[in-house]
């Protein structure tokens, strides 16, 4: 099964008999079909598997029971079934295609499943998700060459790019257990800081509290442990993308991560929106990647003709803050950023390739986190550290308050979202996310 390939799921004169994913501007479209995991709210139902349609979740475990599918299809639903999708996960591209395949021919205007089908369907604004998969490891990449210059700026302006970062995709291991879904509260994390011309450190609540743009990129099935997965090979182990704010303690952050990077910095909270885009739904908004010619380009096992050709994505992507007077007040937020995953510095292909060339082991449901998506120009960094320059330069809002870093309460919402000429809009819903104050310390 190609992933790359466009076929008639991605047909844009497709219409839906569910109204609400014919609007013009719904993240779900007949095109999209992205899945979550779900139950009703305010209920002890079982988590089971769900596909966004409009403003609907089609029950997976619902039509399953049904019967509405037959092959692959059915097997995979069946799998979706579950409290997770790992299951689904592990079955591979050729069964994934085959359940959006037939869900796509189940939920066109003039389908014969329409009435059976319609009984399986629960409205968004009634349910509650959980994590999409029981994530074994997470593994956080450092894909932006424009935010890893920016960042390098604030703590080696004369050196700010490291020499191995244009050869090697950059990233270390997080920890899985503090990732949550959208909609996570978190409480302002406390660790060890070094004031301004103290001597020793003090304990105590963040003061620099950040955000970080990026996507999440969940694994399918995996490779055996001591074998690598060639580049060639490397999308057909990725089941889906999901939005992915890695928060982030900066001055933590800046004390600690010597001589082995973030540790307290990073485990405290990380959110992911509860929807996860496919691959093959991705493919109409493929675009090529490309290197600077003055650039090293990459390595023979980092490189390939598919991955030279359509291996970026063109994802677009924006962060919007909403502080608890704009909440209080009614308003929806400012607009902090908006940028594209086409600017990333590695692909996803390269992070899988490279990731196993030592013979690690990848699972299903493990995940990936791109690392900050900036983009090349000012507006399109993907972090208040960048966009304040360090802090120093406050973003001044609409309703007359400022910030440099979060504040108490401060929500952040990230959503992203891909058009281009000639298709059907599709967007990943929102990954938003609360600070709460701290702990006493």
């Not at 299809?73 to 079934?81: G, T, V």
């Not at 699972?363 to 986190?369: A, R, S, V």
Request: charged share 15%; hydrophobic share 40%; proline share 8%.
């Amino acid at each position: 099964m190609n992933v790359t390939a466009l076929n008639e799921t991605h047909d844009p004169r497709l219409k839906s008999w569910v109204a609400s994913a014919n609007a013009a501007d719904t993240d779900f479209p007949i095109q999209n079909l992205p899945l979550a995991i779900f139950r009703r709210t305010a209920t002890e139902e079982a988590w089971r598997g769900g596909v966004a349609i409009g403003d609907q979740v089609l029950d997976l475990a619902a039509a399953s029971t049904l019967g509405m599918f037959d092959g692959d299809a059915a097997r995979a639903a069946q799998a979706a079934s579950a409290s997770t999708l790992n299951a689904l996960m592990a079955l591979g591209p050729a069964t994934w295609s085959a359940l959006r395949l037939a869900l796509s021919r189940a939920l066109r205007e003039g389908a014969a499943q329409q009435p059976a089908l319609a009984a399986c369907l629960v409205p968004m604004a009634t349910v509650d998700y959980a994590l999409p998969a029981q994530i074994g490891d997470y593994t956080d990449f450092y894909t932006s060459v424009h935010h890893a210059t920016n960042i390098g700026k604030l703590f080696r302006p004369d050196n700010p790019l490291l020499p191995n970062y244009k050869w090697i995709p950059i990233g270390y291991h997080g920890r899985a257990s503090s990732i949550g879904i959208s909609g996570q509260a978190f409480r302002r994390p406390l660790g060890q800081l070094m004031p301004p011309g103290a001597q020793q450190p003090v304990v105590g609540p963040c003061k620099r509290l950040d955000i970080e743009l990026e996507l999440g990129i969940f694994i399918g099935a995996g490779n055996a442990p001591g074998s690598a997965i060639p580049i060639t090979e490397a999308e057909q182990h990725v089941f889906g993308l999901c939005l992915l704010n890695d928060w982030s303690a900066r001055d933590i952050q800046g004390w600690e991560y010597q001589p082995l990077g973030p540790f307290l910095a990073k485990n405290f909270a990380t959110t992911i929106s509860p929807w996860v885009v496919t691959l093959e739904a991705l493919a109409p908004y493929r675009t090529a990647f490309e290197r600077p010619a003055e650039d090293p380009q990459p390595l023979p096992y980092l490189d390939s003709s598919a991955n030279r050709t359509h291996g970026a994505f063109d994802i677009r992507l924006d962060v919007t803050l909403q502080t608890p007077q704009m909440r209080a007040a009614g308003e929806r937020g400012h607009r902090l950023c908006a940028t594209s995953y086409r600017h990333a510095y590695w692909t996803i292909a390269q992070m899988v390739t490279h990731h196993t060339i030592n013979g690690c082991n990848l699972q299903p449901g493990d995940l990936f986190g791109s690392g900050t998506l900036s983009g090349p120009m000012p507006e399109q960094a993907g972090a208040l550290i960048e966009l304040t320059e360090g802090g120093k330069k406050p973003i001044a809002l609409p309703n007359g308050e400022q910030r440099t870093f979060l504040d108490d309460g401060d929500a952040v919402i990230l959503r992203g979202w891909c058009e281009a000429p000639g298709t059907v809009r599709i967007g990943f819903g929102e990954c938003r996310g609360q600070v709460l104050p701290a702990l006493a310390s």
